[in-house]
């Protein structure tokens, strides 16, 4: 028991310092569905920092999301993780390093949902990594986002459905991931295209039209929400969509992100609104 309250307190300590979007809305979910969903992050956090890491090599980023979505379709092997990790031990962070954790962290009944869909993820973003992510078209667009995001959304339904049963329609489960990357792929636009030209952006596009599919995948989002009832899924869902919505708004108007004071003025909006 000891054990599993000090693997509980890592989780939640590595989730605060990876995001504050996600960790509010975790913290306060009810406990069982608390631990999915921060194993689910957190192991989608691992590989995500494996594909965006500035300091890796595109033949050892495939090489380790590959080999990561081998090792998590059969039994998790720690060994074999760190084996494959250590050429890269002191570029990847703590985080990627301890996914073994992380899957330790879920409740058993839904550890293989939640590997699965990981590894599904690591074998989407690998296959864009050898693409040098050239998003030529929309069509690129949603299959870059579904695998980076989209699959975060459809593993979530699944969450829903073992914890309480609650049905969820798995296309805006997919928008409802796409809106909260098109958000980030605004606002990181600058960034990205710093990071050796790395452009999110189809051929023609410009901001107003990546602004247009993020507010058509919100909408799906929204549409998302409609259908869960009042509870501690809906309010886990609610937080980081209203966020969205609020640094789209700021985006548009200029500034370059939500400050501080009004992440936590729309969180307290939200929940005060449930």
């Known amino acids: 028991?000891?054990?599993?309250?000090?693997?509980?307190?890592?989780?939640?300590?590595?989730?605060?310092?990876?995001?504050?979007?996600?960790?509010i809305p975790i913290s306060i979910l009810t406990p069982g569905l608390k631990e999915a969903v921060a194993s689910a992050y957190l192991c989608m956090r691992a590989?995500?920092?494996?594909?965006?890491?500035?300091?890796?090599?595109?033949?050892?980023?495939?090489?380790?999301?590959?080999?990561?979505?081998?090792?998590?379709?059969?039994?998790?092997?720690?060994?074999?993780w760190r084996k494959i990790a250590e050429p890269y031990q002191e570029k990847l962070p703590e985080v990627s390093l301890q996914i073994g954790d992380w899957i330790k962290l879920a409740p058993s009944a839904v550890t293989p949902t939640i590997m699965n869909a990981t590894a599904a993820m690591s074998q989407g973003m690998a296959n864009w990594v050898e693409k040098d992510w050239r998003i030529q078209t929309e069509a690129d667009l949603d299959d870059y986002t579904y695998y980076v995001a989209g699959l975060v959304g459809v593993?979530?339904?699944n969450l829903w459905v073992w914890y309480d049963g609650t049905e969820t329609d798995r296309e805006l489960a997919v928008g409802f991931g796409r809106g909260l990357q098109a958000v980030n792929i605004i606002?990181?636009?600058e960034e990205?295209?710093?990071r050796g030209g790395v452009d999110y952006f189809p051929d023609g596009w410009e901001m107003n039209d990546m602004f247009?599919?993020?507010?058509?995948?919100?909408?799906?989002?929204?549409?998302?929400?409609?259908?869960?009832?009042?509870?501690?899924?809906?309010n886990?869902?609610?937080?980081?969509?209203?966020?969205?919505?609020?640094?789209?708004?700021?985006l548009e108007s200029g500034a370059s992100k939500l400050s501080r004071g009004e992440v936590?003025?729309?969180v307290g909006r939200v929940a005060e609104s449930n």
């Open 1 to 23: 028991m000891s054990e599993q309250i000090d693997l509980q307190k890592k989780a939640m300590d590595m989730l605060l310092a990876t995001s504050r979007t996600f960790f």
């Open 47 to 80: 590989i995500d920092e494996i594909e965006d890491h500035p300091q890796l090599q595109s033949e050892a980023k495939i090489h380790l999301l590959r080999s990561m979505s081998q090792n998590l379709q059969k039994p998790f092997d720690e060994t074999e």
């Open 155 to 157: 593993l979530l339904s």
């Open 187 to 189: 606002r990181n636009r």
């Open 192 to 194: 990205d295209l710093a």
């Open 212 to 234: 247009l599919y993020a507010r058509r995948n919100l909408a799906l989002a929204d549409a998302y929400c409609e259908q869960i009832q009042p509870g501690p899924i809906l």
């Open 236 to 250: 886990f869902c609610k937080i980081p969509l209203a966020l969205a919505h609020g640094t789209l708004k700021a």
């Open 264 to 266: 936590m003025e729309i």
